[in-house]
């Protein structure tokens, strides 16, 4: 399966709103409609990954992820800040684009892997960094994903 | 939902995230190389906070909960589909179309695991 089908373009939000990692964490959950709790265990869980080292891997992107009972499927979402947040990323520079990927402990499919390798993997194309900050819709997103074919 | 399954759900995707990092090559590889994570400090860290749950759980609780982790991978599962992902038979439909469901702690008749309901 291709990165592309697992992402609608509810869960893209291009013009986040939070001004800090956390604030951005918890706008990203709450595209994925789950109820308050959840979003709450969901929320620690992610804390608690970020704080074994961050999840920024550099070239302004940002790949929070964790597996969690919360969720009974795997669960995307995308979030642009064109004025970047510290994120801590490995290089020191601020984040723009952040790719939140959860998943259930037990996968049927076995999904989050080979999605985790390939949101990496998309974010290491050279022109994707300078693509996702011109896009004007999530309509363009979905287009940019396909067009890459990862 | 019951403070003491709220605390049961963390402690699972504790040991979920430990057992991934610590069992699973794929995920060891990514989290060493995608992400520059000190995989023995990750665990450590890791085993430390599950420990610090745990102890925070109602004795009557941890009791239950730690007869159940030591003889089973999970001690807690999801209800999906009216279906315990522990062992796989189906539980009451009362309890999985309950409205009030995880406002109370509840296990499975067949294999005793701590239940967590979802859609």
Avoid: W
């Avoid at chain 1, 499927?73 to 723009?96: C, M, N, S, T, Y």
């Avoid at chain 2, 599950?50 to 209800?79: C, Q």
Wanted: hydrophobic share 40%; charged share 30%.
């Amino acid at each position: 399966m291709e990165l592309r089908e697992f992402f609608t373009e509810n869960v893209v939000k291009l013009d986040v709103e939070g001004e800090t990692k956390d604030e951005i964490l918890k706008e990203l959950i709450s595209l994925l409609g789950l109820d308050e709790k959840s979003e709450s265990i969901l929320y620690k869980m992610l804390k608690r990954r970020e704080n074994l080292g961050s999840t920024g891997i550099g070239k302004g992107i940002a790949i929070p992820h964790c597996r969690s009972l919360v969720v009974n499927r795997l669960r995307v979402a995308f979030g642009r800040k064109k004025d970047g947040v510290d994120f801590r990323a490995i290089d020191e520079q601020p984040v723009h684009n952040i790719f939140l990927i959860v998943a259930p402990p037990l996968e049927v499919s076995n999904q989050y892997l080979p999605v985790l390798g390939k949101i990496a993997q998309f974010s290491k194309e050279p022109d994707v960094t300078a693509r996702l900050a011109e896009i004007d819709n999530s309509g363009e997103f979905m287009a940019l994903l396909e067009e890459k074919g990862i | 939902m019951h403070s003491q399954l709220e605390i049961l759900l963390e402690i699972q995707d504790l040991k979920t995230q430990r057992r991934e990092l610590d069992k699973t090559p794929g995920e060891r590889q990514v989290e060493e190389e995608v992400f520059n994570i000190t995989i023995d400090d990750a665990l450590d860290q890791l085993e430390e906070k599950i420990d610090e749950m745990e102890n925070s759980l109602e004795p009557t609780v941890r009791s239950r909960y730690k007869r159940l982790a030591g003889s089973r991978l999970r001690a807690i599962v999801p209800v999906i589909g009216g279906t315990c992902y522990g062992c796989f038979v189906s539980v009451p439909t009362a309890l999985a179309s309950d409205a009030d469901r995880n406002e109370e702690l509840r296990f499975c008749d067949n294999c005793g695991r701590f239940l967590y309901l979802i859609d």
